[in-house]
């Protein structure tokens, strides 16, 4: 991946209905060599989707929480795993280290709807978990993408 493929997907992570025309004239390459490097990269995995960014509050989420869970025994992990899988409000999962097993990123309706979801699909019927919960009153940074070129050139 060379600065050429990093400037692309920089163009394309704040825009990513952006045409090849349009990329092109940015980076100063043809519609064809935008639309080849594109390719390659979704190729190669590094391109995974493209995706859009919705105002949760707008459509009706608008409470954001991050939940440490914690098991006593590891095979309870699995069943865990499945049940937040199939847990449409769970934005992420993240397994950790450090006194809790996992990191969740969660939305909600509302405060009941967030108790909800902790007692009938965080904590898992039958399996012993611990849970601590950590309300999003703000985000004054909240910004999901990678400055590609910023991080090839940490890397040099």
Do not use: W
Not at 2 to 27: F, H, M, P, T
Not at 36 to 55: E, P
Not at 112 to 119: A, F, G, M, V, W
């Amino acid at each position: 991946m060379d600065l050429l493929d990093r400037k692309i997907l920089n163009l394309l992570q704040e825009d990513s209905r952006r045409s090849y025309a349009s990329i092109g004239r940015e980076v100063g390459v043809s519609v064809t060599a935008v639309k080849d490097r594109i390719d390659r990269l979704v190729k190669k995995g590094i391109l995974k989707n493209f995706t859009i960014n919705i105002d949760a509050v707008k459509v009706g989420y608008g409470v954001l929480a991050f939940i440490f869970v914690g098991f006593e025994k590891s095979e309870d992990c699995q069943t865990f795993e499945t049940n937040v899988l199939n847990s449409e409000e769970v934005l992420e999962c993240h397994h950790i280290t450090g006194a809790f097993n996992y990191l969740l990123k969660v939305t909600a309706s509302s405060m009941e709807d967030l108790e909800q979801l902790i007692s009938a699909r965080i904590k898992v019927p039958g399996l012993s978990c611990r849970t601590e919960t950590t309300i999003v009153f703000s985000s004054p940074k909240k910004d999901p993408f990678l400055d590609c070129i910023k991080v090839a050139a940490g890397n040099d």
